[in-house]
């Protein structure tokens, strides 16, 4: 299983932007799909997951200003981010619940997407 991420880029506080996180390979079934963020020093932090049902969860930082959605037949999951601060700058890192053809499931992490916001 492999994940791409995209959509980072740099924008000014009070900007958006949309990563995208494509799951490709021997796919059997895909759980739960999350977004973490990193900054340098510091350890990954969880910024908003979405279960297989649609349930959502919320870093307290960014409730009302992120959203995360997916879409099953894409395998893909995105974060829109909107009202962007300068706290947000970091590298975002998807990660994927799978189980591939084999049965096996575990969870897959894309190669992080940098997003900087400017004050």
């Known amino acids: 299983v492999q994940l791409q991420a995209s959509g980072g880029g740099l924008v000014q506080a009070g900007g958006s932007l949309r990563l995208s996180c494509a799951a490709s390979g021997s796919i059997l079934s895909i759980n739960n799909m999350s977004w973490f963020r990193q900054v340098p020093g510091n350890q990954r932090e969880l910024v908003a997951g979405i279960t297989s049902g649609g349930s959502t969860t919320y870093a307290d930082s960014v409730k009302g200003r992120f959203t995360i959605s997916r879409d099953n037949a894409k395998n893909t999951v995105y974060l829109q981010m909107n009202s962007l601060k300068p706290e947000d700058t970091a590298v975002y890192y998807c990660?994927?619940?799978?189980?591939?053809?084999?049965?096996?499931?575990?969870?897959?992490w894309g190669q992080g997407t940098l997003v900087t916001v400017s004050s």
């Open positions: 990660n994927v619940d799978a189980t591939n053809l084999q049965g096996l499931r575990r969870g897959y």
